[in-house]
């Protein structure tokens, strides 16, 4: 089996969610629990923390993973979906799978696969924690994929786990109200394991904290404790003061990671790491430093505030839901470009109405349809779009769409590419 074939062969046997969406999701824990304990429970041979949230979960996986790695650890790192190579989901020490690797587990465990008919994004948790098992890596830091309590990656037995800010998204499978998709993300708090949420927002904290209570599990506000100043931003990333407890902690705090949002993250991730350091980690502010300061040269993160050009600026960030755009919206408004050229796509299971009442009508917009079975057609975007008032040129690929912003931005405007995590997933330069 080459590689090619091996992809094509868990492409079309293994429904995945990234392709045809909510019918590829499973409701229950049943499938990755028969396949790990076929394979032997590779996940309880190594120490994991787990992290979920709505946004900011995959940069906050990436930033913890880059400060373990910094201080000495043997770091495997989980992460979903992939942007250009199915390999990048699963990194030890920032280095991908070894396609080999993926090939031998396929033709290994294929029978395996029959019997049990995992969905695609079961089969890759459970040969992430095998791999991770061969490995023997320290510590791996495991994503969530999609809301946390019926997560495949909610079978482990983490020394932490982490939630991130909660929005709307994936209502249809998470539920309506905040509470309820908060409820489904406070569903990887474990018993007597220490919970960090990043932000605390006061409408949903109940939940955790009777989630925390229930499980007798010792729960963290990081912003009750950690504040995070804001000293200065540039297009390739930004400086923090950090404050612990009301004292300056960390002076002058680099990092590569460049949205607004990290402000949000950031908090999370250095509460956790004090946690881990109580808990016999050895985790030295120069290593938070160093893998702060480096998250995307040590673990290889893309897509998150990217810039891929310049005169015209090109950038893209996989931001795709309500609070996410709203993020983006308001960086590009403090660039003051001239105009932006908006390169635009989306998925045709969940409201992009929403979306397109927050993007400003002077914008110019470029709309495009990914090469995947959930994209929205693009007609009918361009169809949505109008009706709120935003105007654009239709275009069958991403390609098509960012070569006419290309043909038609000055030097001094800004091109943005984005709306979903797929349409970033097909920019050629990435």
Same mark, same amino acid.
């Given at each position: 089996?080459?590689?090619?074939?091996?992809?094509?062969?868990?492409?079309?046997?293994?429904?995945?969610?990234?392709?045809?969406?909510?019918?590829?999701?499973?409701?229950?824990?049943?499938?990755?629990?028969?396949?790990?304990?076929?394979?032997?429970?590779?996940?309880?041979?190594?120490?994991?923390?787990?992290?979920?949230?709505?946004?900011?979960?995959?940069?906050?996986?990436?930033?913890?993973?880059?400060?373990?790695?910094?201080?000495?650890?043997?770091?495997?790192?989980?992460?979903?979906?992939?942007?250009?190579?199915?390999?990048?989901?699963?990194?030890?020490?920032?280095?991908e799978l070894p396609q080999d690797y993926l090939i031998s587990f396929v033709e290994q465990h294929k029978d395996l696969f029959e019997q049990v008919k995992p969905s695609?994004?079961?089969?890759?948790?459970?040969?992430?924690?095998?791999?991770?098992?061969?490995?023997?890596?320290?510590?791996?830091?495991?994503?969530?994929?999609?809301?946390?309590?019926?997560?495949?990656?909610?079978?482990?037995?983490?020394?932490l786990s982490l939630i991130t800010n909660i929005g709307f998204d994936h209502q249809a499978l998470l539920g309506d109200t905040l509470a309820e998709i908060a409820g489904?993300?406070?569903?990887?708090?474990?018993?007597?394991?220490?919970?960090?949420?990043?932000?605390?927002?006061?409408?949903?904290?109940?939940?955790?904290?009777?989630?925390?209570?229930?499980?007798?599990?010792?729960?963290?506000?990081?912003?009750?404790?950690?504040?995070?100043?804001?000293?200065?931003?540039?297009?390739?990333?930004?400086?923090?003061?950090?404050?612990?407890?009301?004292?300056?902690? *960390? !002076?002058? =705090?680099?990092?590569?990671?460049?949205?607004?949002?990290?402000?949000?993250?950031? /908090?999370?991730? &250095?509460?956790? $790491?004090?946690?881990?350091?109580?808990?016999?980690?050895?985790?030295?502010?120069?290593?938070?430093?160093?893998?702060?300061?480096?998250?995307?040269?040590?673990?290889?993160?893309?897509?998150?505030?990217?810039?891929?050009?310049?005169?015209?600026?090109?950038?893209?960030?996989?931001?795709?839901?309500?609070?996410?755009?709203?993020?983006?919206?308001?960086?590009?408004?403090?660039?003051?470009?001239?105009?932006?050229?908006?390169?635009?796509?989306?998925?045709?299971?969940?409201?992009?109405?929403?979306? *397109? !009442?927050? =993007?400003?009508?002077?914008?110019?917009?470029?709309?495009?349809?990914?090469?995947? /079975?959930?994209? &929205?057609?693009? $007609?009918?975007?361009?169809?949505?779009?109008?009706?709120?008032?935003?105007?654009?040129?239709?275009y069958a690929t991403v390609s098509e769409a960012i070569a006419a912003a290309k043909g038609n931005a000055e030097p001094d405007e800004v091109i943005f590419i984005g709306?979903?995590?797929?349409?970033?997933?097909?920019?050629?330069?990435?």
């Amino acid at each position: 089996m080459t590689y090619q074939e091996c992809l094509d062969y868990l492409y079309q046997q293994l429904p995945m969610f990234q392709r045809i969406g909510n019918a590829a999701f499973k409701k229950s824990l049943d499938n990755i629990i028969a396949l790990c304990d076929a394979l032997g429970q590779p996940q309880h041979k190594f120490k994991t923390v787990h992290v979920a949230g709505t946004n900011g979960k995959g940069s906050s996986s990436h930033m913890l993973a880059a400060v373990l790695q910094s201080a000495g650890y043997k770091t495997g790192l989980y992460t979903s979906p992939h942007l250009k190579s199915f390999t990048e989901r699963v990194r030890v020490n920032g280095a991908e799978l070894p396609q080999d690797y993926l090939i031998s587990f396929v033709e290994q465990h294929k029978d395996l696969f029959e019997q049990v008919k995992p969905s695609f994004f079961e089969m890759t948790v459970a040969l992430a924690f095998q791999y991770f098992a061969d490995e023997q890596v320290d510590v791996a830091v495991i994503e969530v994929g999609l809301g946390g309590r019926l997560d495949s990656t909610n079978i482990i037995t983490p020394e932490l786990s982490l939630i991130t800010n909660i929005g709307f998204d994936h209502q249809a499978l998470l539920g309506d109200t905040l509470a309820e998709i908060a409820g489904e993300k406070a569903g990887i708090i474990k018993p007597h394991i220490p919970a960090v949420v990043s932000t605390k927002q006061s409408e949903i904290a109940h939940v955790f904290e009777q989630k925390a209570a229930a499980e007798q599990a010792p729960l963290y506000f990081a912003t009750d404790s950690i504040r995070v100043q804001v000293l200065e931003q540039h297009l390739e990333g930004q400086v923090y003061d950090v404050y612990l407890d009301g004292n300056r902690w *960390l !002076q002058s =705090l680099q990092s590569d990671l460049a949205g607004v949002y990290q402000k949000f993250n950031l /908090p999370g991730v &250095l509460k956790s $790491l004090l946690l881990l350091r109580e808990q016999g980690f050895t985790i030295s502010d120069d290593a938070i430093r160093q893998g702060i300061g480096r998250t995307k040269t040590i673990t290889g993160l893309k897509g998150r505030w990217q810039v891929l050009g310049n005169q015209p600026l090109i950038i893209c960030d996989t931001g795709h839901n309500v609070d996410g755009v709203k993020q983006i919206l308001a960086q590009l408004a403090a660039l003051a470009p001239k105009q932006v050229h908006f390169v635009f796509g989306a998925v045709n299971d969940k409201d992009v109405t929403t979306t *397109l !009442q927050l =993007l400003p009508k002077a914008y110019n917009y470029y709309f495009c349809q990914a090469q995947i /079975p959930r994209a &929205l057609p693009v $007609l009918e975007l361009q169809e949505k779009a109008k009706m709120v008032g935003l105007r654009g040129e239709a275009y069958a690929t991403v390609s098509e769409a960012i070569a006419a912003a290309k043909g038609n931005a000055e030097p001094d405007e800004v091109i943005f590419i984005g709306g979903s995590t797929f349409v970033v997933a097909e920019i050629d330069e990435l």
